[in-house]
């Protein structure tokens, strides 16, 4: 069964260094996305991806944060500088849509778990 | 804003017992709810959606409600085996994939 893969499976970084957090979505899928999940708390939002732009972002995803595909597989993450808040568990996801997204049927991948110390 | 939120943080039953777990949402413009299934260490999973026009759909061996009138979205889980035990989460979603997760109810499935 096809699915999204993540890589690294657990980042350990230091503050103010820069990360890149990379992602295989399915390879038939048109739509992108990113989520992050700090732990313990619920799953949020940080951007949308279609051909090749962002559809929309959240106000988590501020200039530090930047996303690019660069190839037709990989999809990325970007975090400039990091912050002690950006630990986190990030999920990368894909659907397919054809006329756009029409049901909650996103496929995720395990996550990238980032700890900034 | 929107918001989707869950009622309850734990529930706990017993192998075979049927599962419901409830979730409240708030001036949703969401065009579809959802649930997803969340194992430790994993990503979310997809269990069931339903758009916003409908009150109901049926899985397998899952049922999710939907009661705009009150703003309230259900899943309940017939016949709860111990490999349902997880984090369960309610969302809603735009047609451009945006979801929007409530805070998810922890099922532990007791043999």
């Known amino acids: 069964e096809p699915e999204v893969t993540q890589t690294p499976s657990h980042q350990v970084t230091q503050m103010g260094q820069e990360v890149i957090l990379r992602c295989v979505p399915i390879?038939?899928?048109?739509?992108f996305y990113w989520y992050r999940q700090i732990l313990g708390q619920k799953v949020e939002f940080l951007v949308s991806?279609?051909?090749?732009?962002?559809?929309?972002k959240s106000e988590i995803f501020d200039d530090q944060f930047s996303v690019e595909r660069p190839d037709g597989s990989n999809f990325t993450l970007k975090i400039r500088s990091t912050k002690l808040e950006d630990s986190a568990m990030y999920f990368c996801a894909s659907t397919f849509g054809v006329s756009g997204p029409s049901t909650g049927e996103l496929f995720f991948g395990e996550g990238s778990r980032l700890t900034v110390l | 804003g929107e918001s989707v939120g869950l009622h309850l943080p734990t529930l706990s039953v017993q192998e075979g017992d049927n599962s419901i777990i409830n979730c409240a949402y708030s001036?949703?413009?969401?065009?579809?709810f959802i649930w997803y299934k969340q194992e430790s260490g994993k990503g979310p999973q997809f269990i069931i959606d339903i758009r916003s026009n409908m009150d109901k759909r049926q899985g397998q061996r899952v049922t999710v409600l939907l009661n705009k009138t009150v703003k309230h979205l259900s899943l309940q889980i017939a016949a709860t085996q111990p490999g349902d035990s997880a984090v369960y989460f309610c969302?809603?979603?735009?047609?451009?994939?945006?979801?929007?997760f409530g805070q998810g109810t922890i099922l532990t499935v007791h043999p």
């Open positions: 390879s038939n899928h048109l739509y």
């Open positions: 001036n949703s413009a969401s065009d579809y």
């Open positions: 991806f279609y051909n090749n732009e962002i559809s929309e």
């Open positions: 969302a809603g979603g735009t047609s451009y994939g945006k979801l929007t």
